[in-house]
């Protein structure tokens, strides 16, 4: 079975995203997510320019050499470009593979593990009611797990928190719906980042008066998430974690600048709440001394990121002998190719832990069709072979690539850069 044509696309339905289709000489089709939120250009360049050529006539049975290929092939390892590129073969050739074999993916990774796999939303509010009502709206679309984000009193705009009332995670559809959708994500379209504002000690100071209304109002259960998106320094991010232990969280993520992993240690010898990174990591390595020391309880890189399905299995399958779990990255930016490659790998292994799962809008959806389906606070994969995504080519072309950037941070004091 030889590869025969790989052909990438750049569309916006509701959002960018890159998908690399690759089809076999008797007629499979694959598909790949190979979105970068804000740098969709350069892996679709990377994609058409240098591995689409090299991928004609291959065997597309051969996954792992294919990956060693182009890992390998390029000298220049790593990177989120590259291993983006390289995650977006695996995947449409593992859509391949289980389509071949008449199977829904996870079959072919082991089969399944569980029943569904445990996801969580995200819930922000300007005030604590805001953020109440937010939980609410989330108990009701089935969320059995969520995200709490918040303002900060004295900062304009915070990570993770809506720009307005009317844009949360809203259910519209249509055009009007899925902008406001996407400015929330928070990427805008323009040519230029927006810039955001910050002050830490105001955020250290307040956020432990948040969680301790959310679980005043809604009881010690409900496993409650907060992502602290990089912004501290290793001894705050181990004050914040030591500070939020009556809480009790499910974890905390990304508490400081993820490319220095020294600082874990300092945190773990502070704070017992469990701690998840890896949403910016693409490789084994950046994680091997966090999983041997034991410095962390949850991975977070998706399919799309992390490489693809085959050395994403391997991460996890290292992160289990140290009982770390998954914990995927589902924001919007990975379009649902990504979300369903990171779900059957999830159904598969033994130590899933939670997905993130921002859901799509309804143009979004009407482009790729994904099979799996939210209920009970679980997403579950379809039952058709491969991956359970499709591509309406046709109606992807209606909605044109446009610029659109994530936020940068400055210091509120003196409009120092910082990192957001
Ligand atoms: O900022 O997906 O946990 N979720 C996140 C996301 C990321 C964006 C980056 O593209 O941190 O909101
Ligand atoms: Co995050």
């Not at 740098?39 to 689409?52: G, T």
């Not at 499709?390 to 610029?403: H, R, V």
């Amino acid at each position: 079975m030889k590869i025969a044509k790989a052909e990438v696309f750049v569309h916006s339905p509701g959002r960018n995203f890159v998908t690399l289709r690759i089809t076999t000489d008797d007629g499979l089709v694959g598909l790949g997510d190979a979105t970068v939120n804000g740098r969709e250009l350069a892996v679709a360049a990377y994609l058409r320019d240098h591995l689409a050529p090299m991928l004609i006539g291959r065997d597309a049975h051969n996954i792992e050499d294919t990956w060693q290929y182009f890992y390998r092939g390029s000298y220049w390892r790593r990177g989120p470009i590259t291993m983006t590129a390289i995650a977006a073969i695996d995947m449409a050739l593992w859509d391949i593979k289980a389509k071949a074999a008449n199977m829904p993916l996870y079959q072919l990774l082991g089969g399944a593990s569980r029943e569904g796999c445990l996801a969580y939303g995200h819930a922000s509010g300007r005030e604590f009611n805001e953020i109440f009502d937010s939980i609410r709206e989330h108990q009701e679309k089935g969320y059995k797990a969520i995200r709490v984000q918040t303002a900060i009193p004295g900062l304009n705009s915070v990570y993770g928190v809506a720009a307005s009332a009317n844009a949360s995670a809203g259910s519209g559809s249509g055009k009007g719906a899925s902008s406001e959708r996407y400015d929330y994500e928070p990427a805008r379209r323009s040519t230029v980042p927006v810039e955001e504002e910050w002050d830490t000690r105001a955020y250290l100071n307040y956020i432990p008066s948040v969680f301790e209304a959310v679980r005043n109002e809604f009881g010690p259960d409900l496993p409650l998430l907060h992502d602290g998106h990089h912004r501290l320094t290793p001894i705050q991010a181990a004050r914040l974690g030591k500070s939020l232990e009556p809480y009790d969280l499910f974890w905390l993520e990304d508490l400081t600048p993820a490319e220095n992993t020294d600082a874990f240690r300092l945190i773990r010898q502070h704070t017992t709440t469990p701690l998840a990174v890896g949403e910016i990591f693409n490789t084994i390595y950046d994680y091997k001394d966090l999983f041997e020391e034991q410095l962390i309880d949850y991975v977070r890189s998706p399919v799309s990121h992390g490489g693809g399905i085959t050395p994403l299995k391997k991460i996890f399958d290292y992160a289990a002998v140290y009982q770390i779990k998954s914990g995927v990255h589902g924001p919007t930016d990975v379009s649902p190719i990504g979300h369903a490659a990171s779900l059957h790998l999830g159904m598969a292994i033994h130590n899933y832990g939670i997905s993130e799962y921002m859901q799509h809008s309804s143009d979004t959806n009407d482009v790729f069709q994904p099979e799996y389906t939210f209920s009970d606070g679980l997403i579950r994969p379809g039952t058709s072979p491969g991956l359970g995504v499709s591509y309406d080519e046709k109606l992807a072309s209606q909605f044109e690539y446009e610029p659109a950037y994530l936020p940068v941070n400055r210091l509120k004091v003196d409009g120092t850069m910082h990192d957001w």
